[in-house]
């Protein structure tokens, strides 16, 4: 369609060529869940229980995303991260994607290809494959994902249901993408911020660690995008109790080497990404006390009555204002 010396827009192309163009750079084979694939009116996946789980969600450029800082694989590959995460806090498995591309019409066809392939592999870290979607003009690039889950037989993992004496346990990173975002926002591109930036721009949510926790009984899950205080706090209030977390276990969080390093370098407190900082995907919930958790998940707190004043996130007993985590309409982008 192009050639490295004659570059192309996605408005000279056309919808149907760049699309084309996309799907043979990220065709990924036979698939036998897919029943029906790209290039339908709608992809058709089994859904083996009868059931299937769905979200959806955006990146917006300029607001959750800059082509300064990322690479359009890196876009396409945080989109699926975001979404592959919320199936999997529901316990269930990722079956298929679809999405939707938005661009200016001057916009290259290598970044929309480029878009495309981190869509891909993202999609393969989640164990699925993007199976359809659709391309329109816009004033700046948006990137929209449905994402498809089979529970597998199992029943949904929620938000409610943690029960007073529970344990809370979390799979995977705390603060790295908090931390990156903050290097690249200060412009910083030194070694010491090398690990944070890539998380950042990469999220690797712990996609297994969901159905793991279902597996288990876990009473209730969610994973982190908005900060670790403001998403239990949701877990709280659905559940009406107060979930406490073990300060000492949120300081070996933060003495992670690659936050202190970050730390060091932009005078920033480590604590304050791991409490409030979202994007890096985790996985956090409540399991019964008597329950051996899921390889991958670590203790950081306990579920408590809730008291007079409601339900509620404690660190140390000491309530803490959900403060700092991502806010949909706040002023600033990424």
């Known amino acids: 369609m192009q050639s490295q010396h004659s570059p192309q827009t996605v408005g000279q192309a056309g919808e149907f060529a760049v699309i084309a163009a996309a799907v043979a750079a990220t065709d990924g084979g036979p698939d036998p869940r897919v029943v029906v694939d790209t290039g339908d009116d709608a992809a058709v996946l089994r859904a083996g229980d009868g059931t299937v789980t769905v979200c959806t969600d955006m990146l917006v450029e300029g607001r959750h995303f800059r082509l300064d800082w990322s690479a359009p694989a890196d876009v396409g590959h945080k989109a699926i991260a975001q979404n592959a995460a919320d199936i999997a806090a529901m316990g269930a498995v990722p079956t298929g994607f679809t999405v939707a591309l938005a661009c200016p019409a001057e916009t290259d066809v290598r970044v929309a290809v480029e878009i495309q392939r981190g869509l891909a592999a993202g999609a393969a870290a989640a164990g699925a494959r993007v199976v359809g979607g659709d391309l329109v003009q816009a004033g700046q690039i948006v990137v929209s994902v449905t994402a498809l889950g089979d529970l597998q037989g199992r029943a949904p993992l929620t938000r409610a249901g943690a029960r007073p004496g529970a344990t809370v346990a979390l799979a995977g990173r705390l603060g790295h993408g908090a931390a990156g975002l903050a290097a690249l926002a200060a412009g910083h591109r030194g070694p010491e911020t090398a690990a944070v930036r890539a998380a950042h721009l990469r999220p690797a949510p712990p996609y297994a660690a969901g159905p793991a926790a279902a597996r288990a009984g876990a009473q209730a899950l969610i994973d982190v995008s908005d900060g670790l205080l403001a998403d239990l706090g949701h877990i709280a209030r659905a559940s009406s109790v107060r979930i406490d977390l ?16 970050a730390a060091e370098a932009l005078g920033d407190d480590p604590l304050d990404w791991v409490l409030t900082g979202g994007e890096d995907h985790g996985l956090v919930g409540a399991f019964d006390p008597q329950t051996r958790l899921p390889d991958g998940f670590t203790p950081i707190g306990r579920v408590r009555a809730a008291g007079p004043d409601g339900a509620h996130v404690t660190v140390g007993g000491t309530r803490r204002a959900e403060v700092g985590g991502w806010r949909a309409f706040d002023a600033a982008a990424e």
């Open 246 to 261: 073990d300060a000492a276990a949120l300081a070996r969080a933060a003495a992670d080497p690659d936050l202190r390093a």
